[in-house]
């Protein structure tokens, strides 16, 4: 017999984003890293901070962790964003 | 648009065209639309069905999912109770359970993504289950009765299919536990002086309603050995310590189930349900130094003396009357991760004036 | 720029394309981070330096 049967997904499109413009050189600006605050970020980024630096001449490199790292960044976290030329962010464990 | 028609409702939904029962299998499992299991065809008619007993139009929107701004209306929920067998008496609890879980403290998408693989407990209260046969009696946390199978799979087919968690996609578990099929359970508030759980954080006990929360698998403890309730308590509280140790130490919601041979001995002492909280609170705390007879040495550091309670305060801890009449069986069920989910309870009703929750 | 670990790519994949990004590029790293020592942090840094280059500038 035959059925007609309904579309259980959702079928609205996400809007369409645009990424920045790139930089033509990281030297003497400022990168925003945004953490999840897990085990081993410190370390990681603390290594990520002084490899940027040395091989971009990055000027400074300000870290900001979560409040809560299984939600997305928080308003006072992502109103300092205007204030960087980059950020650096991720997912992982 | 059916042959019949529905002219009062409007379906936003795209149609498709299938032969037969077995073809719709068929097209909804190749599209990744079910749980592995067999599903009910949505069509049009079963649909309006639901919508219509929930005095709801299909474009009724429940709230937007904020991480990924995703809308969810209740056509798109109709059409997800209907694949997992709901009847429209059962639609009401799905769209409330939904609704809770959509209110920004329950914490939806990482709840649902988290390789922490949390299903949702869903908990009904309040005349709804006697409309429903929604039991609370044997076989509570299994298959105990056809509402609490179809509420509870309803909620995880509208993740799959209106959320896209689907395992290895948003849903990041990295086990899951078999909730994720169906996690909802009816209190017994026949079978008990106790106020029910819905009273007890703050709704009429005469309305129905919802409490969802962010669930891991139930662990079951057995005490069959006392009448004195410390001793029963303490051994929910053992079993909170050693989740707290083993799984996660952090203090969020637990929900305690208890049987009615365990809670007869509770009811007999007169122990109310705050009683039981309150001594749940002082009893079920670790210090961070018990990590290392566990293998988690690594991170106790200086940091060995801190004490962790299972509860941030007696009243995060949800103890709901439920399972057969036989066994000295509880059970206890953790927090997904401490309190970055917490659980939410909704009054049941047709909302004529419902805005969606605030974002 | 977006850093992952391995086990995540997926997420990353279908997470840049439910927000209206598909194709959107990422650095990748080990995985976990979690119990990795220093000096496997010192080379999952270095990996996401070297996609950096790539990933922030232009050309």
């Not at chain 2, 409007?10 to 909804?28: I, K, M």
């Not at chain 2, 219509?52 to 969810?72: K, S």
Request: charged share 20%; with cysteine.
């Amino acid at each position: 017999m035959p059925l007609k049967v309904l579309d259980p997904t959702n079928e609205t499109a996400p809007p369409l984003g645009q990424k920045a413009p790139r930089l033509a050189s990281l030297a003497g600006k400022t990168i925003g890293v945004i953490s999840n605050g897990k085990e081993g970020t410190q370390g990681f980024f603390a290594h990520l901070d002084r490899m940027l630096r040395e091989e971009f001449g990055v000027a400074d490199v300000l870290r900001h962790v979560k409040s809560n790292y299984s939600a997305p960044a928080g308003p006072d976290i992502v109103d300092e964003i205007r204030r960087w030329q980059a950020v650096v962010t991720g997912i992982g464990d | 648009m059916s042959e019949r028609g529905h002219s009062d409702m409007h379906f936003a939904a795209r149609t498709y065209d299938v032969g037969d029962l077995l073809a719709a299998q068929e097209l909804y499992h190749a599209n990744g639309w079910t749980d592995g299991l067999p599903i009910v065809p949505p069509t049009e008619d079963a649909v309006h069905a639901c919508l219509e007993w929930a005095m709801t139009p299909p474009d009724q929107l429940l709230g937007i999912e904020p991480v990924r701004a995703v809308p969810i209306t209740a056509e798109k929920l109709a059409i997800n109770a209907v694949m997992a067998g709901c009847l429209p008496m059962h639609f009401p609890a799905v769209l409330t359970a939904f609704t809770a879980m959509l209110q920004p403290e329950f914490l939806l998408h990482g709840a649902t993504s988290s390789t922490g693989g949390c299903a949702v407990l869903i908990i009904l209260n309040g005349p709804i289950r006697r409309e429903l046969g929604a039991t609370g009696s044997f076989n509570a946390l299994g298959n105990s009765d056809r509402a609490t199978a179809v509420i509870g799979r309803a909620i995880r087919l509208a993740l799959i299919n209106i959320l896209e968690v689907r395992p290895g996609g948003i849903d990041r578990s990295t086990l899951g536990h078999p909730g994720k099929f169906s996690y909802c359970i009816a209190e017994d508030e026949e079978g008990t002086p106790w106020m029910p759980l819905h009273a007890q954080r703050g709704l009429p006990p005469e309305v129905s309603a919802v409490t969802v929360m962010a669930g891991g698998a139930p662990r079951q403890i057995m005490n069959e050995w006392t009448t004195q309730p410390e001793e029963i308590l303490e051994t929910f509280a053992a079993e909170m310590r050693a989740n707290m140790r083993q799984y996660s130490i952090w203090s969020g919601n637990y929900a305690l189930i208890i049987p009615p041979q365990l809670r007869d001995h509770l009811q007999a002492a007169c122990w109310s349900k705050a009683d039981i909280a309150d001594f749940i609170h002082a009893r079920a705390r670790v210090h961070r130094r018990e990590w290392a007879e566990v293998g988690k040495g690594a991170v106790v550091r200086d940091r060995g003396d801190t004490e962790h309670a299972a509860l941030g305060s007696p009243d995060q801890l949800l103890v709901v009357a439920a399972g057969g009449p036989a066994g000295g069986f509880g059970a206890v069920i953790p927090p997904w991760l401490g309190d970055k989910s917490r659980a939410v309870t909704l009054p049941i009703g047709a909302c004529v004036d419902c805005e969606p929750p605030g974002q | 720029m977006a850093v992952m670990t391995t086990r995540f790519v997926s997420a990353a994949e279908l997470m840049a394309r439910v927000l209206g990004f598909p194709g959107y590029e990422f650095a990748v790293i080990a995985h976990p981070i979690s119990s990795a020592g220093d000096a496997d942090l010192r080379d999952m840094a270095a990996a996401a330096t070297a996609q950096a280059r790539r990933l922030l500038l232009g050309g």
